[in-house]
T-cell receptor, first 116, second 109 residues
């Protein structure tokens, strides 16, 4: 597995502002992902963070709202832009590692965001 | 969208084996089945995965039917700390996980 940390662990923000969430892993990984978990809901994949190229976004998520950086193989950021109360969620990063013959994702602890 | 089906909730007795079912009738031949759990809004914790053969690790056992259309996660001796939402998941394109609603498992003393 891998040790994954996220900063901040939680934040309360005002609508219209932006927040950048950091994800750091203790080893080089090819694949990093960002998920959102809205209150009482399951996880939804936002995008795959690609090192050296633009992130690949899932349907319903756009770069202007959720810009992602992946400057190297151990670090990524997700920005939640122009926030509204509907963006209140837990944001999670994950990394993909080869384990038991298959790519397996391991998750960070999450960032709990509340937008007022 | 998730291609797996799980019961929405179940109770298990502390100290007994907990058997968590999952249907994945549309899984393709080379797709693994993954199990994760999430304890009270923490990050999901990887449990185990399998393709065709039964698998066992320090956390659980995974029994996959011969036709691969269903599987069962077995927690051999459930404890109160095993109370969590359990997700049975398969991958879709480019190693992406599609989380369904999961199975809220409550271990009862």
């Amino acid at each position: 597995s891998a040790v994954i940390s996220q900063k901040p662990s939680r934040d309360i923000c005002q609508r219209g502002t932006s927040l950048t969430i950091q994800c750091q892993v203790d080893s080089q990984v090819t694949m990093m992902f960002w998920y959102r978990q809205q209150p009482g809901q399951s996880l939804t994949l936002i995008a795959t963070a690609n090192q050296g190229s633009e992130a690949t976004y899932e349907s319903g998520f756009v770069i202007d709202k959720f810009p992602i950086s992946r400057p190297n193989l151990t670090f990524s950021t997700l920005t939640v832009s122009n926030m509204s109360p509907e963006d209140s969620s837990i944001y999670l990063c994950s990394v993909g590692l080869l384990a038991g013959g298959a790519d397996t994702q391991y998750f960070g602890p999450g960032t709990r965001l509340t937008v007022l | 969208d998730a291609k797996t089906t799980q019961p929405p909730s179940m109770d298990c007795a502390e100290g007994r084996a907990a058997n968590l079912p999952c249907n994945h009738s549309t899984i393709s031949g080379n797709e693994y089945v993954y199990w994760y759990r999430q304890i009270h809004s923490q990050g999901p914790q990887y449990i185990i995965h399998g393709l065709k053969n039964n698998e066992t690790n320090e956390m659980a056992s995974l029994i996959i039917t011969e036709d691969r259309k269903s599987s069962t996660l077995i927690l051999p001796h459930a404890t109160l700390r095993d109370t969590a939402v359990y997700y049975c998941i398969d991958l879709y394109g480019n190693n992406r996980l599609a989380f369904g609603k999961g199975n809220q498992v409550v271990v009862i003393p």
